[in-house]
C-alpha cells in the first residue's frame, strides 16, 4: 500500500526524472569503473596484489546473484524502496573500503557495492521503463546510459585527480556521501502504481503447500513472453562475455605489446567512453524508429565484424586502440538496445526480467574473469578475438530465432512533457 508521502508525491517532468537518475547513475557507474584504471593503486593502499584485489571484485559480481530476489521485492513492494535501500548498501560499502585497514573490511564493502549493483540499476531501468510509453523508450533509457560513458570520460577524470591531491581513500569517501544523498533524493520520486493482479504475478509465496520446486518454477514464470524474454537475457549475457574478456586483457594488451604507460591508458579509456557515448547517443535517437531486434542484430553484427578485424589491426597501438573502441562501441549499442526490448518482454514482470537478467550478466561476467585474462596469457589477442567472435555469433543467431519484437501498446506517457 502507497504512503501518505508517495500519495501525495506530485508529478515530474521526463527531463527532471532523468536528470536525477543520470546523476545517480553517474555515481553508481563511476564506483563500476574506478577499479579497472585504478586497481594497483587501491590494492597497493590496501596491502594486497591485483590476484587478491580481483577475487574481492569477484565475489563483488557474484552478489549480482541477488538481484532476482531484489526484483521481487520491488514488485511487490515499491521500486522506490528497493532502490534507496540498493543506494545506502552502496554508500555504506563504498565507506567500508574507504576506512579499510584490513582485508575483512574491504570484503564487506565489496558485498555490499555488489548488492547495491544488484538492486539499484535493474530497478532504475524497470521504474523508467514502467513511466515511459515503449514507443519513446529507447530514447529515454539510452539517455540514461549517457551516464556510464560520461562516467569513463569525466568520472575517471575527476577520481585520477582526486587521489593525485589526497590519496586513494578520498574518491571512496566522495562515492559515499553522494549515494547518500541520492538516496534522500529519491524518496521525493513518485511511485509507480500497479494493480492487485500484477502485483499477484509477482507473488512467490502463495500457498503454504508449495514445494520449494513450485516456488521456483513460479518464481521462473514469466507467462507468454517466457521463451523470448530468456532467450534475450542469454543473448545480452553471451555478448557480455565476449566484451568484458577484452574489457578485462585490454590494458594488459596494450601495456605488453605497445609499452603503454598511465597516460597512454588514461587516454584510452577516454576515448573508449566517447565510443560509449557514441552508441547510447545513438540508441537514443535512432533506436526507437528503426526498432528495438533490429537494433540489437546491428549491434551484433558491428561486433562481430569488429572481433574479426581485431588481429588484422593489432600492428600499431593508435589501430588497435581504434578497432576496440568501434568494435566496445557496437558491443554497447547492443546492450542499451537489448535493455529497451527486455523492458517489454514481460511488462508485468519487468522488474523481475531486468533483474534476473543483471545476474545472469553477472555469471557472465565470472566467466569472462576467468576466460578473458587466460586467453590472452595463452593465445594472445588472435585467441580473445576468436573465442569473442563466436560468443557473439551465438548471441547474434538466439536473436535471430527466438526473441521477438513485443506488440507493445501505444500508451500515453504518465509524466508530463
Known amino acids: 500500500m502507497a504512503t501518505q508521502a508517495e500519495r501525495v508525491t506530485p508529478g515530474i517532468s521526463v527531463a527532471r526524472l532523468l536528470s536525477v537518475s543520470m546523476c545517480a547513475r553517474f555515481l553508481v557507474d563511476t564506483g563500476i569503473q574506478l577499479f579497472n584504471p585504478f586497481l594497483p593503486i587501491i590494492a597497493t593502499g590496501l596491502g594486497v596484489d591485483i590476484v587478491t584485489l580481483g577475487r574481492l571484485l569477484g565475489v ?77 523508450r529507447a530514447r529515454g533509457l539510452g539517455i540514461l546510459e549517457y551516464s556510464w560513458a560520461l562516467s569513463g570520460i569525466v568520472g575517471m577524470m575527476v577520481v585520477g585527480q582526486i587521489i593525485a591531491l589526497y590519496g586513494w581513500r578520498a574518491p571512496f569517501y566522495g562515492l559515499a556521501v553522494g549515494l547518500a544523498g541520492m538516496a534522500l533524493l529519491f524518496g521525493a520520486l513518485p511511485p509507480v502504481r500497479r ?31 517466457a521463451r523470448s524474454a530468456y532467450c534475450a537475457i542469454l543473448a545480452s549475457t553471451l555478448n ?11 590494458g594488459a594488451w596494450f601495456t605488453d605489446q605497445y609499452t603503454a604507460g598511465p597516460v597512454e591508458l588514461g587516454t584510452v579509456a577516454l576515448l573508449l567512453g566517447s565510443f560509449d557515448l557514441c552508441a547510447s547517443v545513438s540508441v537514443s535517437i535512432f533506436t526507437d524508429r528503426l526498432g528495438k531486434r533490429r537494433s540489437v542484430l546491428l549491434g551484433v553484427a558491428g561486433s562481430l565484424l569488429g572481433y574479426a578485424a581485431l588481429p588484422m589491426l593489432n600492428v600499431g597501438f593508435g589501430p588497435a586502440v581504434i578497432a576496440f573502441a568501434v568494435t566496445r562501441g557496437f558491443a554497447e549499442f547492443f546492450i542499451v538496445s537489448i535493455i529497451t526490448l527486455l523492458s517489454e518482454q514481460a511488462p508485468k514482470q519487468r522488474a523481475k526480467v531486468m533483474t534476473i537478467n543483471v545476474a545472469a550478466m ?27 567472435f563466436l560468443i557473439m555469433l551465438g548471441a547474434g543467431a538466439i536473436v535471430l530465432m527466438w526473441v521477438r519484437e513485443p506488440d507493445a501498446p501505444h500508451q500515453p506517457s504518465t509524466l508530463p512533457s
Open 240 to 250: 557480455f562475455v565476449a566484451l568484458m574478456q577484452f574489457n578485462l586483457a585490454y
Open 60 to 136: 563483488q559480481n557474484l552478489m549480482g546473484l541477488a538481484s532476482p530476489a531484489l526484483g521481487v521485492v520491488a514488485e511487490r513492494r515499491s521500486y522506490r524502496l528497493v532502490m534507496r535501500l540498493s543506494l545506502l548498501a552502496g554508500a555504506l560499502g563504498f565507506l567500508c573500503i574507504g576506512l579499510s585497514r584490513h582485508l575483512a573490511l574491504a570484503l564487506v564493502g565489496m558485498m555490499l557495492i555488489g548488492l547495491c549493483l544488484a538492486g539499484f540499476i535493474p530497478t532504475l531501468v524497470a521504474y523508467l521503463s514502467a513511466r515511459l510509453p515503449y514507443a519513446r
Open 362 to 388: 553477472q555469471i557472465g561476467f565470472t566467466i569472462a574473469g576467468f576466460s578473458g585474462p587466460w586467453l590472452y596469457t595463452h593465445y594472445d589477442i588472435a585467441g580473445l578475438s576468436l573465442i569473442s
Open 195 to 225: 494493480s492487485a493482479a500484477d502485483a499477484a504475478l509477482t507473488s512467490t509465496t502463495g500457498s503454504p503447500a508449495l514445494t520449494l520446486r513450485h516456488r521456483v518454477v513460479r518464481f521462473l514464470d514469466l507467462g507468454a513472453g
